[in-house]
């Protein structure tokens, strides 16, 4: 019976074949890392977005990438640190800002999404002489905070609850300030402070 005829030899030892495989992988290796230093400024630039925000009354333009929040960006690009992250998930009303004088959650609005709006921190209440704004003064008549940390957040969204007309009474601006937490229950002593704040505007 005649013999099948195998595969034809084609002169290379198992020695020399994974001498010749790897010398092919390094090249290619090389040629990939020369592509990614040749992309990286271009994927750089494509993974971010210049925006510009009026924040506490001044021009900011910077760049962000996509899944920045406003948040993010106000502490991390601009220094403005008064703003503070709690639970990152709308919770706690820490980040609180106004976002074209109404009150949101920072750590929920992606910053690109903002792009054009006005903005005002903790930081932007004060007055150029550094005189305090009244909900600020009340917060500290009425010792409204101990430790601090959801003060920022609290105040902006008092000024929010007062200018959205929602502090007619206690039990109401009870119910509008309850997305701010404050874990240390200075509850009574914030109300005061709203209620402090709201008799003077309508004097």
Avoid: W
């Avoid at 890392?33 to 210049?50: I, K, M, R, Y």
């Avoid at 690009?77 to 639970?87: A, E, F, H, N, V």
């Avoid at 101990?146 to 007619?168: F, M, R, V």
């Amino acid at each position: 019976m005649p013999k099948t005829p195998g595969p034809p030899h084609l002169g290379l030892s198992r020695r020399s074949l994974l001498g010749t495989s790897g010398a092919v992988g390094a090249g290619l290796g090389l040629a990939g890392s020369a592509d990614a230093q040749q992309t990286g400024p271009e994927l750089a630039a494509f993974n971010t977005a210049q925006i510009t925000l009026n924040v506490n009354g001044k021009r900011r333009t910077l760049n962000v990438e996509p899944r920045t929040t406003l948040v993010e960006a106000l502490r991390d690009d601009m220094g403005l640190t008064g703003t503070k992250i709690g639970c990152n998930q709308g919770q706690c009303g820490a980040c609180t800002v106004l976002l074209n004088g109404r009150r949101m959650n920072s750590c929920l609005i992606l910053a690109i999404t903002a792009d054009g709006a006005e903005v005002v921190t903790i930081e932007g209440l004060a007055d150029p002489a550094g005189r305090l704004h009244p909900m600020q003064e009340a917060f500290a008549e009425h010792d409204a905070f101990q430790c601090g940390y959801c003060t920022p957040g609290q105040i902006l969204s008092a000024i929010g609850c007062i200018d959205e007309g929602h502090a007619k009474s206690a039990a109401e601006i009870r119910e509008y300030m309850s997305g701010n937490l404050c874990r240390c229950g200075a509850y009574p002593n914030i109300v005061a402070a709203i209620e402090t704040v709201r008799d003077g505007q309508e004097g």
